[in-house]
């Protein structure tokens, strides 16, 4: 039901924009994720939509943006001056509960993810 899109290899300093669409339905939370080779899966930011409340991890804040567009069931995770340490493959997540967690044990759907590479 949650499809991202978005990623891509890219050079450190360069900006991209991922999104995520779900479909036929409308969440109270959406968020994004990110998990690295041999890593865990890291929190990065959620939206609560009806409250546009967001929170954005502090290793990204700054330069990760997220935002939502109610009308089209879609939240997008602006990313910029991405880094190396910024490489992983991005998760779209989202409950029809609010839950402004940083535990992806919380998040009930999962998109399919979006590779993002940042080389240096």
């Known amino acids: 039901q949650l499809q991202a899109s978005g990623g891509g290899s890219v050079q450190a300093g360069s900006s991209l924009r991922l999104s995520c669409v779900a479909s036929?339905?409308?969440?109270?939370?959406m968020g994004w994720f990110r998990q690295a080779p041999g890593k865990g899966r890291e929190f990065v930011a959620c939206?609560?939509?009806?409250?546009?409340?967001?929170y954005v991890t502090d290793s990204v804040k700054g330069r990760f943006t997220i935002s939502r567009d109610n009308a089209r069931n879609t939240v997008s995770l602006q990313m910029s001056d991405l880094q190396p340490e910024d490489t992983a493959n991005y998760y779209c997540?989202?409950?029809?509960?609010?839950?402004?967690?940083?535990?992806?044990?919380?998040?009930?759907?999962w998109g399919q993810g979006t590779q993002v590479t940042v080389s240096s």
């Open positions: 997540a989202a409950d029809d509960k609010v839950v402004f967690s940083r535990n992806p044990t919380q998040y009930t759907y």
């Open positions: 036929g339905r409308t969440f109270s939370t």
């Open positions: 939206s609560l939509g009806s409250e546009d409340i967001t």
